[in-house]
Antibody, heavy 118, light 105 residues
Framework: EVQLLESGGGLVQPGESLRLSCTASGFTFNNFAMTWVRQAPGQGLEWVSTISDSGGGGSTYYADSVKGRFTISRDNSKNTLYLQMNSLRAEDTAIYYC?????????WGQGTLVTVSS | VLTQSPATLSLSPGERATLSCRASQSVSTYLAWYQQKPGQAPRLLIYDTSNRGTGIPARFSGSGSGTDFTLSISSLEPEDFGVYYCQQRNNWPLTFGGGTKVEIK
């Protein structure tokens, strides 16, 4: 059974940083691209970032709204996906989901809530 | 940009649901559909226009190509109510539509 477990969310002030983690199990992690998608309160889904699998050389892709502030990475030895979020803004407040695959997403975690507020 | 219509669909169990997703430029056949229920993560229903995800019932079907796509639910079950999103993977950035809420009439 595939499981994706996000952690690291919380309440931070504008301008601060946070690192999210997503621990995967039930599949061969390094064989799949991985993605972060977020959902602001009461709003729709927004793609944030994708990192390719090992075969893709670890290529990374970002939404314009987070480019230069967020960094996606992975540690295949730990089956873990990360999202380093710097210079956080109020508009980054959302539930952050990690999802399996890069193009479409066939498995999702339950999400971790990030709140940016003073 | 992906535009979904209608914003809300009010139907009774047993009725047929037809949801639309229109792209501002061609996405070929690289379109997926997700279902999301309150407090839950999205679930993949359909990928690449017409392929059902693992364990997705046959009452869900997808069609279309280029800029116009449709998700059909042949006979609504009580568990089918929720919000449905389309998503394209034809080019970066990946984008989602704004969603269609399917509610009980």
């Amino acid at each position: 059974e595939v499981q994706l477990l996000e952690s690291g969310g919380g309440l931070v002030q504008p301008g601060e940083s946070l690192r999210l983690s997503c621990t995967a199990s039930g599949f061969t992690f390094n064989n799949f691209a991985m993605t972060w998608v977020r959902q602001a309160p009461g709003q729709g889904l927004e793609w944030v970032s994708t990192i390719s699998d090992s075969g893709g050389g670890g290529s990374t892709y970002y939404a314009d709204s987070v480019k230069g502030r967020f960094t996606i990475s992975r540690d295949n030895s730990k089956n873990t996906l990360y999202l380093q979020m710097n210079s956080l803004r109020a508009e980054d407040t959302a539930i952050y989901y990690c999802a399996k695959r890069g193009g479409y997403h066939d498995e999702w975690g339950q999400g971790t809530l990030v709140t940016v507020s003073s | 940009v992906l535009t979904q219509s209608p914003a809300t669909l009010s139907l009774s169990p047993g009725e047929r649901a037809t949801l639309s997703c229109r792209a501002s430029q061609s996405v070929s056949t690289y379109l997926a559909w997700y279902q999301q229920k309150p407090g839950q993560a999205p679930r993949l229903l359909i990928y690449d226009t017409s392929n059902r995800g693992t364990g997705i019932p046959a009452r869900f079907s997808g069609s279309g190509s280029g800029t116009d796509f449709t998700l059909s639910i042949s006979s609504l079950e009580p568990e089918d109510f929720g919000v449905y999103y389309c998503q394209q993977r034809n080019n970066w950035p990946l984008t989602f539509g704004g969603g269609t809420k399917v509610e009980i009439k």
